[in-house]
């Protein structure tokens, strides 16, 4: 049995597509397990890139079977777009299965989203409006409907007229705004039902019966550790659980049988959207990463803030996850700057601290202390597949990075595509 979870280690946007593309090809099952399409997972294979949103990363493998397990919560319009925009670049999605547990987004999650973010005005969370907040919220509240609910059509119906009557009443007396189309809203979705039905399945019972068949699983988390609902930057993150303790709930399989947690870490540090980012740069320094690593979300194409390389919290997250290694992406990114910078712990009214704190207000206060590096030029790292091919200053970089997490790092990015790819050890 080999069981393995690739996540984002930071503010997500680790650049896990690639990674999780890369290490598909040796596994058997690739299982989505939180999340919506607000994610974005962008593929290069060749010459084309691909843009994912909900579908796992190893739809690409005709011979792999691609899950989106029951913590998924599923944009139909969004799924069927995806499919046709997968199928039409001649990529075959027979082989996508979709939990009969995960719950569907509606058009009222997107309504709501939207006029919730617009009344939180300066507190806003920087939230992607895809309706993700308010279906986890149904969900937790039990009046969520989910895919199984498809096959009963008039059951189906009645209670998403009753859901589109109560949120209607919000939509009207809270907010003050036109009512949603109960209709046309019934109609458009009893359309995608019919559509989607043939991918639906007991997605928990097959994963459970690959893992016992000693089928190689590798789970696929969207977003970053520090976007968590429990363990991230609250309440500037996402509404599920992208850690690996989320890979149980979000999958159906045991915690005892998930063997491997692969940590994506980008060389560098970026994130989305507010909250406070004590490593972030301000500098030409900071402009020149954005540009260089093309630092603009798949979903939103919102610029992301970047910095540099934070270990107070890549050791918080090392804790949290019990990485067994690290994946290093976008090394080629820092490329022909004369010198780098590592945070190596906070600064905090005058006293030194190591741990990630909780509170955004301690953590806005906290200043990040450096130890500077020598840099690297891109020359160097060009046509490079070896890992003893790679500039000393690279390989420092890289060591120093283990040294201070304690993580061990078995594979390293240096581009985009599948062949810049650096295998130190074996993962999968």
């Known amino acids: 049995m080999s069981t393995l979870v690739v996540l984002g280690a930071q503010w997500g946007d680790e650049g896990k597509g690639k990674i999780t593309d890369y290490l598909s090809k040796k596994a058997d099952v690739v299982v989505r397990y939180q999340g919506g399409d607000n994610a974005g997972h962008t593929v ?23 899950v989106i397990g029951n913590g998924v919560v599923v944009n139909p319009k969004s799924l069927l777009k995806e499919i046709k925009y997968l199928n039409d670049l001649g990529i075959k999605t027979d082989n996508l299965k979709i939990s009969d547990r995960a719950h569907i987004i509606f058009p009222y999650h997107l309504k709501l989203d939207e006029l919730e973010e617009k009344k939180r005005g300066k507190q806003k969370i920087g939230t992607t409006v895809k309706g993700i907040g308010p279906c986890y919220k149904d969900k937790v509240e039990r009046s969520g409907i989910r895919m199984c609910d498809i096959f009963f059509k008039e059951y189906f119906e009645d209670k998403l007229r009753s859901n589109i009557k109560a949120k209607n009443e919000i939509i009207e007396k809270l907010y003050n705004e036109e009512p949603l189309n109960e209709d046309e809203i019934v109609k458009e979705y009893l359309e995608y039902a019919e559509v989607i039905k043939p991918y639906i399945i007991n997605t928990t019972a097959f994963i459970n019966k690959s893992v016992k068949q000693g089928k190689k699983v590798l789970f696929e988390g969207a977003q970053g550790t520090l976007l968590d609902i429990d363990y991230g930057t609250y309440p500037f993150l996402t509404s599920s659980h992208p850690i690996s303790g989320g890979v149980a709930i979000g999958s159906g399989i045991s915690p005892f ?135 000393e200053n690279a390989k420092k970089y890289i060591e120093k990075i283990e040294e201070l997490t304690e993580t061990k790092i078995q594979l390293v990015s240096i581009g985009p595509k599948r062949s810049e790819t650096i295998i130190r050890e074996e993962i999968l």
């Open 257 to 391: 049988d998930l063997k491997k947690a692969i940590g994506v870490v980008k060389a560098y540090t970026t994130r989305v959207g507010k909250g406070p980012f004590p490593t972030e740069l301000f500098d030409e320094t900071g402009d020149w990463i954005r540009e260089r690593g093309f630092e603009y979300g798949t979903t939103t194409g919102r610029a992301r803030r970047c910095g540099w390389l934070d270990i107070v919290m890549l050791k918080y997250s090392c804790a949290i996850n019990g990485f067994s290694g690290i994946a290093l992406t976008k090394l080629d990114t820092l490329a022909d700057l004369k010198e780098l910078k590592i945070c190596t712990k906070y600064k905090l009214n005058d006293k030194y601290i190591e741990d990630f704190p909780a509170s955004l207000n301690l953590l806005a206060q906290c200043e990040p202390v450096y130890e500077t590096l020598q840099g690297w030029k891109l020359e160097e790292i060009e046509g490079v597949r070896t890992y003893d091919e790679l500039p």
């Open 44 to 66: 290069e294979i060749g010459d084309k890139k691909y843009k994912l949103h909900l579908i796992p990363s190893g739809i690409f493998y005709e011979d792999k079977t691609s």
